[in-house]
């Protein structure tokens, strides 16, 4: 009686699930629209940032061509505000200038410098492929266009500032190092600015410097990254679902998700700082001083859009210097993907800005970045990686769940005789459970393995989730159809594979033919849930499926033979 | 409140014991099971006194455990 309503209300459910998958499927499709209006929209303008600058991506030697080559006039505003005025940005150079374009390069990144500002503008990956920009302009550049860019300085006389963003430097470049000078009349002052950009010694790092030589004191001094790091993923919604600032201050790691609200949320701290950082979901920018600054300032903003389904956002993140008459100061710049281990190797706790789950999921997820990363040591297919992955999760648990069958096996032998100690009990559960016990002990039986083995898979699981979610290895990974490990797989194809080897397995689990119903129902119910989720995690269920159908057969066989035997 | 969280808790677990249990197969080394012991804890015990048990308990349903009754 009681599995009739069991089942009615599984079948309810289902019916349910089934029902509104297409009104999801709308909405998903609806949001794709709008990625091809943005996509449409993005292209024009990345069809003039490829004359711009880009011509020469692929021809490393040609550098000097990008630069100075192509410019835009840009008039100054002329702000003549009077001292008096609070906040304001007071600008007193009255001048139009053409903005110029520098570049630094390595086998790993371009960067692009613009004259204004003597800012960092375009940072290109080389190695990773972008997805909005598809066609035209298909690597990864970190810095959004709208914003100041990244590196810009702001000095603050007492309530006065002053913004570096908006005065033009001149570029010279020596060796491999790029030098932006810029004099800038501030009231009565004469404000000398020197930049010197060069390429870092580890992957991904660009060295800054800067002097800055002025008669009045200046309080403050802020380097910042403004605007965020750009969406680079096909699903913008997921991407922009990663957006955080990040700032370290003494031994803890400030983890901000400031983009909730539409007006600008501040958070502004005093002490040393270490570093301070922005991320998507795969690419982090950060500022790396020597501790010796004096606060952070992290501020962002959800930017709402008209015709879209999602909110953009927009980050910044500054560090703080206090100073006197004339500065100079040091500072790293790391601009790259997500690579817990690269990370880890800067000793200053970047890594943390990898989220690997809470306490009880982040061993899991730290073991098995590794195990993946040791694995792709020796192939080079991620999906073979996570096949090989599963399997030595499944002969890890072998020992366990080994033990387990062997004991369901014998357990099913004695099914008759349990069938008769129920008939036998059967208004006497307490003395039935004692009577079953019995029999288990006389027959040298300890049932099955236990529910801590079968609880074990799920952190590791979680874990897998956590690592295909957060760091960039298994980004753009293809495998056999599915064209990214770390995406859902359109074609479902994966996620129908994986529900009917769970069909199988559950078939082959679920023997009482009262529960046969939930043989189908789970199937079903594992293929909504997976369907949106990495195809690499679906591949390493499916295998892990797959493994634990081969094991029972195996079982079973064995323990076939071990009958016949004993029969003779 | 913690009748209610109790409440759902115990909706949880027989959540799992109808969809989830039986693709797993009769797992555990103990009468009544995990989850039957865990409802019992919820239903008879204080908040924090009910879940450490259950942790407990799924803690020892390994393959090393003797099993056998244990319900209190």
């Known amino acids: 009686m009681d599995f009739d309503k069991r089942t009615v209300i599984a079948i309810i459910l289902v019916t349910i699930i089934i029902l509104l998958t297409p009104l999801y499927q709308k ?3 609806k949001n794709s629209q709008n990625y091809q209006v943005i996509n449409n929209a993005s292209i024009d303008t990345l069809k003039q940032a490829k004359s711009n600058a880009s011509s020469d991506l692929s021809i490393k030697s040609n550098q000097d061509s990008i630069s100075n080559e192509k410019s835009e006039v840009v008039d100054t505003k002329k702000v003549v505000d009077s001292v008096s005025s609070s906040t304001e940005e007071v600008v007193s150079q009255d001048t139009t200038f053409e903005i110029s374009y520098d570049t630094l390069e390595n086998e790993y990144y371009l960067l692009v410098f613009s004259s204004k500002g003597g800012v960092l503008r375009k940072a290109y990956l080389k ?14 550049q970190l810095i959004p266009e709208d914003y100041n860019g990244f590196l810009n300085n702001k000095l603050y006389y007492g309530k006065r500032v002053l913004d570096l963003s908006k005065y033009n430097f001149n570029f010279y470049k020596s060796g491999n190092k790029l ?18 950009f060069s390429i870092g010694d580890k992957k991904y790092t660009l060295n800054y410097e800067y002097n800055i030589l002025s008669k009045e004191i200046i309080d403050n001094n802020i380097v910042e990254l403004d605007g965020g790091i750009n969406v680079t993923e096909r699903n913008i919604k997921d991407d ?3 957006f955080k600032a990040y700032a370290r201050m003494g031994d803890d790691v400030i983890e901000e998700d400031l983009a909730k609200k539409e007006e600008i949320n501040t958070i502004e701290k005093t002490g040393a700082s270490h570093w301070i950082a922005l991320k998507s979901k795969y690419f982090l920018g950060s500022i790396i001083c020597d501790k010796n600054s004096d606060g952070i300032i992290l501020k962002g903003k959800k930017i709402k859009e008209k015709d879209s389904k999602f909110d953009k956002k927009y980050y910044n993140a500054a ?26 190797s800067f000793g200053i706790g970047l890594e943390k800005t990898v989220n690997l789950g809470g306490m009880l999921i982040k061993p899991f997820s730290i073991m098995t970045t590794y195990m993946l990363i040791f694995f792709s040591k020796f192939i080079a297919n991620y999906g073979l990686v996570i096949i090989l992955f599963s399997l030595v999760i499944k002969l890890l648990t072998f020992p366990f769940t080994h033990k387990s069958y062997e004991s369901t096996k014998k357990m099913s032998e004695l099914q008759p005789q349990l069938e008769a100690l ?4 059967k208004n006497n559960p307490q003395q039935l459970n004692k009577a079953t ?14 529910c801590l083995p079968l609880l ?36 479902l194809i994966l996620p129908i594979i994986m529900a009917v080897m769970s069909l199988v397995q559950s078939l082959m689990t679920i023997k009482d033919p009262k529960q046969k119903m939930t043989a189908y129902i789970m199937p079903i119910f594992l293929f909504f849930i997976f369907k949106g989720l990495a195809a690499g995690l679906v591949l390493y269920w499916t295998c892990f499926n797959v493994f634990t159908i081969v094991q029972q057969e195996l079982v079973n066989k064995f323990y076939k033979g071990k009958a016949v035997s004993n029969s003779k | 409140m913690q009748s209610v969280i109790k409440k759902i808790i115990i909706k949880i677990i027989r959540l799992y014991q109808i969809f989830l249990s039986p693709y797993f197969g009769n797992q555990c080394r103990f009468t009544p099971t995990c989850s039957n012991y865990a409802i019992y804890q919820f239903e008879h015990k204080k908040l924090h006194i009910a879940f450490v048990k259950s942790i407990w308990r799924i803690l020892r349903c390994n393959p090393f455990s003797k099993g056998g009754y244990d319900l209190d």
Do not use: C
Request: aromatic share 16%; no cysteine; glycine share 6%.
């Open chain 1, 27 to 29: 909405l998903i499709f």
């Open chain 1, 127 to 140: 190695e990773y492929k972008s997805y909005i920009q598809s066609d035209t302009f298909s690597i990864v």
């Open chain 1, 179 to 196: 030098y932006a000078e810029a004099r800038v009349l501030f009231d009565s002052d004469t404000v000398v600015v020197k930049k010197v």
């Open chain 1, 240 to 242: 922009l679902g990663y």
């Open chain 1, 319 to 344: 560090l703080k210097f206090k100073n006197k008459y004339s500065l100079s100061n040091k500072l790293l710049v790391y601009l790259g993907p997500i690579d817990y281990l690269h990370l880890k």
């Open chain 1, 422 to 425: 129920k008939e036998k009990y």
């Open chain 1, 437 to 450: 016990m019995d029999l288990y002990k006389k027959a040298g039986v300890n049932p099955l393995g236990g």
């Open chain 1, 456 to 491: 074990f898979q799920m952190p590791i699981f979680f874990g897998l989730y956590r690592v295909f979610a957060s760091t960039i290895m298994l980004r753009n990974e293809s495998f056999l159809w599915i064209n990214n490990l770390a995406d859902k797989d359109p074609t």
